[in-house]
Nanobody, 113 residues
Framework: QVQLVESGGGLVQSGGALRLSCAAS????????MAWYRQAPGKQREVVAS???????GYAASVKGRFTISRDYAKHAVDLQMNDLKPEDTAAYYC???????WGQGTQVTVSS
């Protein structure tokens, strides 16, 4: 059974940093492209960052240079380091295995101005 469990969300001031983690089980870790998405109230869910099985990463233009996605093979986790956070980064953040129906439960990130 595939499970994705996110952690690390919270409330932070503008300019601050948070690190999200997505612990994956039930899959061969490293075999699939994994991604972080976010959804703000009243808006569509959008991809924030992705990491392919070979390690190639991709980022939304709005977060490039501020966010970093990485795999932690020891923890079977995909992390998202978020620096220089802005109020517009406020959203629920979700972990996802691309090309599957597997999603985490989400973790809330709130950035105050």
């Amino acid at each position: 059974q595939v499970q994705l469990v996110e952690s690390g969300g919270g409330l932070v001031q503008s300019g601050g940093a948070l690190r999200l983690s997505c612990a994956a089980s039930g899959i061969i870790f490293g075999s699939r492209t994994m991604a972080w998405y976010r959804q703000a109230p009243g808006k569509q869910r959008e991809v924030v960052a992705s990491i392919e099985r070979g390690g190639t990463t991709g980022y939304a233009a709005s977060v490039k240079g501020r966010f970093t996605i990485s795999r932690d093979y020891a923890k079977h986790a995909v992390d998202l380091q978020m620096n220089d956070l802005k109020p517009e980064d406020t959203a629920a953040y979700y972990c996802h295995i691309e090309d599957t129906t597997y999603w985490g439960q989400g973790t809330q990130v709130t950035v105050s101005s």
